[in-house]
């Protein structure tokens, strides 16, 4: 009866098992776009803009890049396409110039490592009864350790009012806020694709940037 | 006569253990689950799920009535590419959203028609219900678990099939009631399996 029982329960198993979740999950799946702004910002009354020639890596010490900086290019180039497209004006002498909006792209990369498993081996032999000497045996293997790495990736695009720059607090107020997120794992075409989109949609979800 | 006596005792003797009156009953159910409500409505764009299966046990009280308890684990998944808006806030990427069910019931059941025969029947059963909510966006995840209340009203029936195997149909409407942390639960479950008698 018992048989019968598990028989029967492992057939429903099955039938329920084979149920399939909603298809595979990609690396481009697990990227996310996140905007947000200042709603007492007048957008529409900016014209200007200006973007520096530098991505600030965060969290790292000057020089110290694992990436070498091998997409700064691309996320400077998108993210000025995409505020000429919405009708702004680059200006590339500040100083002489003031602005409405300065631009500040940062960038970070963090290494995950998950660890899994693992225990000491045990029993390491026991000495013999003196006289009669017993080597120190060998010791039982442990539980193989998994180490998991992965490195995810964060592009901030950063909208700063400079009038609005308070010297004496020392804050620098953002309008505008857009962040990608996601694994930088993949070949460096995928990501640099993944990054492009990822910029083209942190603008295109923020139509009240536009002039 | 000897002979007639003979396979008249006989036919008694097979019908009668045949008709032995059904004392207990063990279920193992395949289950296909719809999702109502806002139960629905977290899952975004999961219509029916078979990912799902139940154990039950009856005792029969009464030749037409029993009670028992219920267990099942039911699994439900949705996904989603809509942006979430919260404010001035914006957050776009693919949505995972799941739901593992399981409620621990008490339950009572009536019966119509014969033991040997096609047997539909109405039930009731009331209990506890750990829902498991789990929502992945991006690389970042939000769990949500809870013990709820939880009911359901139920129909179906029985046909059997050999002495001591049924096949159980039933059809529950499963609600687990809101609670302070979690909204209420609903499905409509379809239960397809093998009752063992008499185990």
């Given at each position: 009866m018992i048989k019968k029982i598990l028989s029967i329960a492992l057939v429903m198993f099955t039938l329920s098992a084979c149920y399939n979740t909603k298809g595979d999950v990609y690396v481009s799946d697990l990227d996310i776009i996140v905007t947000t702004f200042d709603?007492?910002?007048?957008?529409?009354?900016a014209q200007t803009f200006y973007l520096p020639d530098t991505v600030l890596q965060l969290g790292?010490?000057?020089?110290?890049?694992p990436l070498d900086g091998i997409y700064d290019e691309l996320i400077i180039s998108k993210t000025r396409q995409n505020l000429l497209d919405l009708g702004y004006i680059e200006e590339t002498d500040p100083e002489n110039n003031p602005v409405d909006l300065v631009v500040l792209l940062q960038s970070v990369v963090v290494d995950f490592h998950n660890i899994y498993g693992g225990y000491p081996p045990y029993y390491p032999g026991y000495p013999g009864y003196p006289g009669y000497p017993w080597g120190p045996g060998w010791g039982w293997g442990g539980y193989p350790v998994i180490v998991q790495s992965y490195s995810k990736g964060t592009v901030m695009i950063n909208m700063v009012?400079?009038?609005?720059?308070?010297g004496n607090t020392q804050t620098v107020p953002r309008v505008w806020i857009g962040l990608l997120n996601g694994?930088?794992?993949?070949?460096a075409s995928n990501v640099r694709t993944r990054i492009g989109e990822g910029i083209d949609k942190a603008f295109d979800q923020s139509a009240y940037l536009g002039q | 006569m000897i002979k007639k006596i003979a396979i008249l005792s006989f036919l008694v003797f097979t019908l009668s253990n045949a008709a032995d009156a059904q004392e207990k009953i063990f279920n193992i159910n395949w289950n296909i689950g719809i999702p109502m409500g806002d139960t629905k409505d977290f899952l975004s764009?999961?219509?029916?799920?078979?990912g799902g299966m139940s154990f039950e046990f009856r005792q029969f009280v009464k030749s037409n009535i029993s009670i028992g308890g219920y267990f099942a684990w039911d699994f439900y998944n949705g996904s989603s590419e809509e942006d979430i808006v919260m404010g001035n806030t914006t957050l776009s990427g693919s949505q995972r959203m799941y739901i593992n069910s399981l409620p621990f019931m008490i339950n009572a059941h009536y019966y119509m028609g014969e033991s040997t025969g096609f047997r539909p029947y109405i039930g009731v059963g009331l209990g506890a219900v750990r829902t498991l909510e789990r929502t992945e966006v991006g690389t970042f995840l939000i769990q949500n678990n809870n013990w709820q209340f939880g009911y359901y009203p139920e129909v179906g029936f029985m046909i059997p099939v050999t002495y001591s195997t049924n096949i159980n149909f039933g059809a529950k409407y499963n609600l687990a009631l809101e609670s302070n942390d979690a909204f209420a639960h609903s499905a409509l479950t379809f239960n397809v399996g093998v009752s063992i008698i008499n185990f």
């Open positions: 709603d007492t910002y007048d957008f529409t009354g790292l010490e000057v020089g110290d890049d009012d400079p009038d609005a720059i308070d694994l930088a794992e993949g070949s | 764009n999961e219509d029916i799920s078979f």
